[in-house]
């Protein structure tokens, strides 16, 4: 359990370093961006929150004696983590490539794939829920946040 309050307190102390560094970031000058601030500050305002989460219900566990013995990660649970830390590359590298238009639906689809695992995956349930990503995102970028979507190099 000390394990996981430490793991909870590094990740509070990540986020705090993250919203200092953002803060230092120079702003846009364009009026309608939201300029380089917006999606860091997400970002560590959810690491800050996952990590104190953490932090109290280790902390819970330990006050009621439910501390358990079980590894952290079982080996499957490991090759699935890479691969979608790997997916997450691929998909970054991929939007320089071919652009959002491209990557976004058939990276979506791959992630889905990947967290429902062969017993529950469907084709049909993935591809509402690949349109369903790109209609949002697509919308939030472009109608509400009024920004660019990365452009490929080869289309």
Do not use: N
């Amino acid at each position: 359990m000390t394990k996981d309050i430490s793991l909870g307190a590094f990740l509070c102390a990540l986020g705090l370093a993250g919203i200092y560094l953002t803060a230092q970031v120079p702003s846009s000058t364009f009026t309608d961006d939201p300029g380089p601030h917006l999606f860091p500050y997400f970002s560590c305002a959810i690491l800050i929150l996952c990590g104190f989460g953490m932090a109290i219900t280790a902390r819970g566990r330990e006050v009621r004696g439910q501390d358990s013995q079980e590894p952290f990660m079982k080996p499957t649970e490991v090759a699935r983590s890479a691969l979608l830390i790997g997916l997450l590359v691929l998909y970054g590298l991929s939007l320089w490539l071919v652009g959002f238009h491209i990557a976004t639906p058939i990276m979506t689809f791959a992630f889905y794939a990947c967290i429902a695992g062969r017993e529950r995956l469907s084709i049909l349930r993935g591809a509402i829920y690949t349109a369903a990503v790109y209609g949002a995102l697509y919308l939030l970028f472009i109608t509400f946040l009024h920004s660019y979507l990365p452009e490929g190099q080869v289309f």
